[in-house]
């Protein structure tokens, strides 16, 4: 109950920061209307939050909670008082919030769950990431990754292996939402709602054992993926820069 009341605080308080920066056309404005200007300290503020989180990552495989601890008190001073007007639309700082809060959560239980801390920590850096680098983000370099884990929930599928299936959808779920705040800000609203409305589909496919019908269901996934990395239909997928591979590979 209170994680759910803390959600929507911080849902409502990013509102507050988009009205208070001047982008209130951007929350109700039709979505074919004229994207925002970026604000002229947009940028700077969005430096300062992806610094933190940088530094954050590193001390949360140093193990270091006081450290961590500390990044997050300036994490959260910059959020709050940031607008990031023009880098990203009030769905992106919705995601943000909630990367900020997960990874508060994940803190008070670092002893206890290290590995979800260090991919609360990842997540964070990867959608930090994303508000300063539009082109060559960290996120897309897990397009290899993604598509190698629709080819197994193929192959399984071909193979009627329901075993093998449920651990490459598993896995392809898990790389989705380590990956999922900095599409979210990045990306438009219906690519991302598309992609999910079919991991939905697919999930219970594979959660109900109709192999045949997942199988059939792949190539359509690819097709999204395609779209949502922005690559060709049948471009080469490069494998992830070491850097990446270290921010894990979803949940346990």
């Known amino acids: 109950m209170f994680r759910a009341l803390f959600r929507r605080l911080l849902i409502f308080q990013a509102v507050l920061i988009c009205v208070a920066a001047g982008s209130y056309e951007e929350v109700w404005a039709d979505p074919g209307s004229k994207e925002p200007e970026q604000s002229p300290a947009a940028s700077i503020q969005a430096k300062a939050l992806n610094h933190e989180a940088e530094q954050l990552y590193r001390h949360v495989e140093e193990g270091n909670v006081q450290a961590v601890l500390d990044n997050l008190r300036r994490v959260t001073g910059i959020f709050e008082s940031a607008s990031f007007q023009g880098l ?82 598993d896995s392809l779920d898990q790389h989705y939402e380590l990956i999922r705040p900095a599409i979210v800000i990045q990306r438009k609203p219906e690519e991302v709602n598309m992609l999910e409305s079919w991991l939905s589909y697919a999930g219970g496919l594979v959660t109900s054992g109709e192999m045949s019908a997942v199988e059939r269901v792949v190539a359509q996934g690819e097709e999204m993926v395609n779209t949502l990395f922005g690559k060709k239909k049948d471009e080469q997928a490069l494998a992830p820069l070491g850097e990446v591979k270290e921010l894990g590979h979803g949940r346990s």
């Open 88 to 169: 990203t639309g009030v769905e992106g700082i919705h995601a943000l919030a909630e990367s900020i809060m997960e990874m508060k959560e994940a803190t008070t239980r670092a002893v206890q769950e290290p590995q979800d801390w260090m991919i609360s920590a990842g997540k964070l850096r990867l959608a930090t990431d994303s508000l300063i680098r539009s082109k060559d983000a960290l996120w897309l370099q897990y397009y290899k990754v993604i598509r190698e884990d629709l080819q197994l929930l193929s192959q399984y599928a071909s193979q009627q292996d329901k075993a093998g299936m449920k651990r490459a959808y």
